[in-house]
DNA sequence: GGAATTTGTACTCTAACCTAGACAAATATA
DNA sequence: TATATTTGTCTAGGTTAGAGTACAAATTCC
């Protein structure tokens, strides 16, 4: 089941699964209504269903139905925007980080222009997978004027966050845009991540300007759907015109 | 190439190139490279491609090589978080809404969960899709506790927003919460929103509560990343420890 | 002009995937 | 207890996708 069919039926249920769609204990559509949502015969179903009866996600018990079965299975970690990771620490879960690539390259036009470079410019490349106790949830692949990826070494990538690393490098960070979109997973993320090419990614790319507007970041970020999700909480302001993002107030 | 290996690499090739990873009339790698990068042969690679070309996404050229090639293909709309839509129509650009569905269910687990009502409770269900200029880039199902929904009519639906409806109803509006995944597409989205099962999707869950916290909506929102984007400008406060929302200045 | 690169075309072979149908076995329902 | 529902098993057959290879044709680069 390796890209087919199957592996689509089986790739949306389990997003459904995870995504709270179907409950737990929940009896799933039978397998003839299945195959007509998707269009498909049963015995393509029931390949999907086997794979995620072999994850554990469902229980199948004959003349009874199709069960969704999560009983230790953990709900993906509720990030806000403005700042990932920082009271992940704190609940005293450990997120490790990989370095997996490391190097100095000609920026691809899509980057310079986002850092506002020239176009044969140099830039540092890393690329890091970071994990949440054991199980990895992003892959993040950054780029760095080459003047400023100099002030680092390629060791404090796998210990330190990177945006600590360029505030000692002297610049000032002031502001950010940062947008979200969604993406297949590549043979290569897919590996990263332990997923399945072709699985389902939030994409957020962000880069970081100092105070001049000198680009001096740029992030690509991979998120696995099941394992992070990005939150926000929105009041309404007092015109009642707009809504606007509520501050949380854990530290 | 309903659903194959194939299909993935195009549908991978597609997102890189509208996400800018490959730019404008640049080169993409040789047919032999992308082969070795997906691990499968180059017959394979080339079906893909044919398909990107038949889009008019890339042009080929036999001895020179593969080039993206977008003239007058349109950028992704950017979305801030807060207020989704008030900026677009303000634009100039016309978005229609249609109705797929409508009417009232009991609430499944997940969304009786999600607004806080019994397990048995009543809800309205809706399914809209929004399109920009004719094309279809967001797939909306809305969730109303039933009382409330029974204060405005199934064609009011199709012509106003369902914010807007819930303020008539007596409510009042205090804050939501939502939060950011991926998905794919399955095949009634896929069909509602033009695309082939088995694309990337970004998927907004909100849920809208009252003053006294009572939930009034829920929403599932799933948006065709080549045509919409969430964006977010950060800045950072003046401690340096976070980086906050920057509110824009458009209306 | 000549060599190297890159896309275009053609072919065979194999394996995996999917459909369609029929029936059995377990469970739920009235 | 009888009936309907639902998953489990099996068979047969056809289609498609993919790997691998070889060579042709166009382009680029030296």
Redesign the pocket.
């Known amino acids: ?9 089986y790739l949306v249920l389990r997003d459904r699964i995870a995504g709270g769609h179907y409950a737990d204990k929940a ?9 007509a949502e ?13 794979a995620l ?1 072999e994850e554990g996600l469902i229980t ?7 069960f969704v079965s999560l009983d230790g299975k953990p709900r993906p970690i509720a990030a806000d925007f403005s700042d990932a990771l920082a009271h992940l620490t704190a609940m005293g879960r450990t997120t490790t980080v990989q370095l997996l690539a490391f190097g100095y390259e000609e920026a691809s036009p899509a980057i310079a222009d986002a850092l506002g470079l020239q176009r044969n410019a140099m830039v540092q490349r890393s690329v890091r997978v970071r994990a949440l106790d054991g199980a990895p949830f992003s892959h993040l692949t950054t780029f760095v004027p080459e003047a400023i990826g100099r002030t680092y070494a390629e060791a404090d990538l796998a210990s330190k966050p990177l945006l600590s690393l360029l505030d000692r490098s002297g610049h000032v960070l002031a502001r950010a845009t940062q947008s979200v979109g969604a993406q297949l997973a590549t043979p290569d993320v897919a590996a990263a991540l332990d997923i399945e090419t072709g699985s389902a990614l939030i994409a957020l790319t962000r880069t970081v300007f100092d105070q001049d507007g000198r680009g001096i970041e740029h992030l690509a970020a991979l998120y696995r759907p099941d394992r992070y999700v990005f939150r926000m909480d929105l009041q309404r302001d007092r015109s009642g015109a707009r809504w606007s993002p509520a501050l949380r107030n854990e530290t």
Chains 1, 2 share one sequence.
């Open positions: 089941m390796e890209s087919s069919k199957a592996r689509q039926i009896a799933l559509p039978v397998e003839q209504d299945l195959a998707h269009g498909v015969s049963r015995a393509t179903v029931r390949r999907a269903l086997a009866e199948r018990r004959q003349g009874a139905g199709t």
